[in-house]
């Protein structure tokens, strides 16, 4: 069984042979004859030591003898693809930059069979993990940014997001199936988070190196994941986070005995953000890209010990999720009720609530993961939207200050006060 206690400096052959399907001996053979894979003996090491690059030039390997071509044949042919990679690699930035360009277009334009072409088109042209990374992801991360600049609308957004999640679940789909004795890797959202092409591309690039992807993607929950982890018992449950409501999911994790009984990772652009976010997750951050977590994921380390709130601190969570949907709709009234006359209606009751549960979600995780550092995102966040909407400052700061006025008559002073400081934060940097 795959072992999550490999040493850092490389995987084991007994891992690789579990992780391809390709036995031990033959491996050997292969090495020996044909050059493939390249382990390396580090001084004073005995075994040998691989890492990724090799799973893929196995499973390469692997791919074209079970298509008939003899062992000779297809280490000759590796040799060959890698050398024309390399250098077609070297000449590809400009193709890329157009492509995504073009892509971008397309895609805000609505043009679905221009977007279908593209993405064929640069699949069939470029690696799998260029494409994913200097292709979909820059142009997904762009459209994200321009929607909260009021650039671009929600429908377009959506539009965007469904098309590009198909192709990445077609490619996916497309890859070999490792057999059921090869390490699973469940790939999760977590449960209210609804941005998973991150988590899509770190999955497809898993299936790549040889990894079982069991992909469940947005809205399972942690109770799900669990009972998974039992069934399975896979070696590592990853989970992507990319909002304050996605990691509000994720606060029951902080109990050991809820957590599941597996190897967690987290990743995504919270994480990637808030860099102090990761000594308090309950797991490993491997990486700020999918493809250097995937490269890391055979020496992620056994769960750590994290810290978890005191019993002070979980009834002031607990209020504040129990009142969560009050404060929102009280919070939404009463700064309608006091919005001037003649203030833009740009801002609307659903901008309002969003906004606000927003700011729940972000006091919540700020405060149970002892990273107040996730007010300042928030604030950036609400003021770009906010301040794009033409909503001046002066009622960006009422709405905050109904908020704290609300949340304090809805939970009491006591458990209020647990987030004083951290709402505090916000107005000092405003």
Request: proline share 6%; glycine share 6%.
């Amino acid at each position: 069984m795959f072992d999550v206690n490999e040493p850092m400096s490389g995987l084991t052959i007994k891992t690789v042979a579990e992780r391809t399907g390709v036995s031990v001996h033959a491996l050997r053979a292969w090495e020996r004859r044909y050059g493939v894979p390249q382990p390396r003996r580090e001084q004073g090491n005995r075994y040998r030591l691989y890492d990724e690059a090799d799973i893929a030039d196995v499973l390469w390997m692997k791919q074209h003898i079970e298509a008939g071509m003899l062992p000779a044949q297809a280490s000759l042919l590796l040799r060959q693809h890698r050398v024309s990679r390399t250098t077609a690699l070297a000449a590809h930035d400009q193709p890329l930059l157009e492509t995504q360009a073009a892509l971008e277009s397309a895609l805000l334009s609505s043009d679905e069979r221009a977007v279908r072409d593209l993405l064929d088109q640069a699949f069939a042209t470029f690696p799998i993990e260029q494409v994913a990374l200097q292709v979909i992801q820059p142009t997904m991360v762009g459209i994200g940014d321009r929607w909260m600049r009021n650039q671009v609308t929600v429908w377009q957004e959506h539009f965007a997001t469904n098309i590009v999640k198909q192709k990445l679940l077609a490619v996916l789909h497309s890859q070999p199936v490792p057999s059921l004795s090869v390490p699973c890797l469940v790939s999760t959202c977590a449960p209210a988070e609804e941005h998973e092409l991150g988590l899509l591309i770190f999955s497809l690039f898993a299936r790549r190196r040889g990894w079982r992807v069991v992909y469940l993607g947005q809205g399972t929950p942690l109770a799900s994941v669990a009972d998974l982890a039992h069934a399975t018992t896979p070696a590592v449950v990853a989970v992507s986070v990319g909002t304050v409501m996605g990691l509000a999911g994720l606060i029951d994790w902080l109990v050991p005995s809820r957590r599941p009984k597996a190897t967690l990772i987290f990743g995504g652009r919270l994480v990637n953000l808030v860099p102090s976010l990761r000594e308090h997750l309950p797991g490993a951050f491997l990486g700020e890209d999918a493809l250097t977590a995937v490269n890391a994921l055979g020496a992620v380390d056994q769960p750590k010990q994290v810290r978890s709130p005191s019993p002070r601190g979980w009834s002031a969570l607990h209020a504040l999720q129990v009142h969560r949907l009050q404060v929102t709709g009280e919070t939404v009234a009463r700064f309608l009720e006091r919005m001037p006359s003649q203030a833009p209606r740009t801002w609307g009751e659903g901008d309002l609530s969003f906004a606000t549960l927003f700011l729940i979600d972000a006091l919540a995780c700020a405060y149970a993961f002892d990273a107040p550092e996730l007010m300042d995102v928030q604030r950036t966040w609400l003021n770009t939207i906010l301040l794009s909407r033409d909503v001046a400052p002066p009622l960006i700061r009422m709405h905050r200050e109904i908020f704290a006025r609300v949340l304090t008559r809805a939970i009491g002073k006591e458990d209020a006060e647990q987030f004083k400081r951290l709402l505090a934060r916000m107005e000092e940097r405003s």
